[in-house]
């Protein structure tokens, strides 16, 4: 074992990639049964709130999206109990990069109903695409970045051309089967 007075510059910039690589790979291994439950959720969520407004008329039935983190954190929570998920800056940084989703996600869906109607499933939908493209970007996993482009730029497009009403709703239903196909991939892999 080399003693901290023998580390060069360079092996000591080795380790730490070679920590991080580690660490990153944990992360991604750990990830699949999360994907799939954002997955499942998301698809449940879209599914409801499609159903319910298809058949009322009325879409303040997407006031349930609202109850999607009320659900899905203490699943998430209870799912990732006794893991042994590194905290580390790849951790931090996937929890930051979906926590900005979050807020732009609710702060976005806010305006929309206050002051800015809008498009919000193609404004959701591009920010759920880039936040797993990112989230695939920092994990080097190439599937998961895929997967966000695939929903992000193919979601814009559909949100854009081909849907309106409830209908939209299918798109995030589309989105979730990515995501959990994406998480049955990782698992897969192990």
């Known amino acids: 074992m080399e003693s901290l007075n023998e580390l060069t510059p360079a092996r000591s910039l080795d380790l730490i990639n070679e920590t991080l690589d580690r660490n990153r790979k944990?992360?991604?291994?750990?990830?699949?049964?999360?994907?799939?439950?954002?997955?499942?959720?998301?698809?449940?969520?879209?599914?409801?709130?499609?159903?319910?407004?298809?058949?009322?008329g009325n879409a303040a039935w997407n006031l349930l999206w609202f109850a999607m983190p009320a659900v899905g954190y203490p699943a998430a929570a209870v799912l990732g109990k006794g893991s042994k998920v590194p905290q580390n800056f790849v951790s931090s940084l996937l929890g930051k990069i979906w926590g900005a989703f979050g807020f732009f996600s609710l702060s976005i869906s806010a305006l929309a109903i206050i002051?800015?109607?809008?498009?919000?499933?193609?404004?959701?939908?591009?920010?759920?695409?880039?936040?797993?493209?990112?989230?695939?970007?920092?994990?080097?996993?190439?599937?998961?970045?895929?997967?966000?482009?695939?929903?992000?730029?193919?979601?814009?497009?559909?949100?854009?051309?081909?849907?309106?009403?409830?209908?939209?709703?299918?798109?995030?239903?589309?989105?979730?089967?990515?995501?959990?196909?994406?998480?049955?991939?990782?698992?897969?892999?192990?």
């Open 26 to 56: 944990a992360i991604l291994a750990g990830s699949g049964k999360f994907f799939v439950l954002w997955g499942v959720l998301l698809c449940l969520f879209s599914l409801a709130v499609w159903l319910l407004w298809s058949r009322s």
């Open 115 to 190: 002051a800015f109607p809008m498009n919000l499933t193609l404004v959701i939908i591009l920010l759920f695409g880039c936040a797993e493209t990112v989230s695939g970007i920092a994990l080097k996993n190439w599937p998961i970045i895929i997967a966000g482009a695939i929903v992000g730029v193919g979601g814009a497009c559909a949100a854009t051309r081909l849907v309106s009403g409830p209908e939209q709703l299918l798109l995030f239903t589309g989105a979730a089967a990515v995501l959990a196909l994406t998480g049955v991939a990782i698992m897969l892999k192990k």
